[in-house]
Nanobody, 115 residues
């Protein structure tokens, strides 16, 4: 049974930083491409950052210089380091695991950027 558990969300002031973690179980983690998506109220879910099984990365243009995705295959965990946060980054952030037609989602973690 695939399980993705996100953690690290919370309330942060504009300009602050947060690191999200997603611990995976039930999959051969090193084979999967991993991604972070987010969904703000009234908006569609969007891809924020993705890291392939080979550690290649790609980012949403608006976060490219501020966010960093990384993975630790020994810990079955993917991370999203978020710096210089703005209120526009407020959303529920979801972890995603993908391998071919296989897809799994975490339950999401709320990130709120507000003074």
């Amino acid at each position: 049974q695939v399980q993705l558990v996100e953690s690290g969300g919370g309330l942060v002031q504009p300009g602050g930083s947060l690191t999200l973690s997603c611990a995976a179980s039930g999959i051969i983690f090193r084979l999967f491409n991993m991604g972070w998506y987010r969904q703000a109220p009234g908006k569609q879910r969007e891809l924020v950052a993705r890291i392939t099984s080979g550690a290649g990365t790609n980012y949403l243009e608006t976060v490219k210089s501020r966010f960093t995705i990384s993975r630790d295959n020994a810990k079955n965990t993917v991370y999203l380091q978020m710096n210089s946060l703005t209120p526009e980054d407020t959303a529920v952030y979801y972890c995603n695991a993908e391998l071919g037609s296989l897809r799994a989602w975490g339950q999401g973690t709320q990130v709120t950027v507000s003074s």
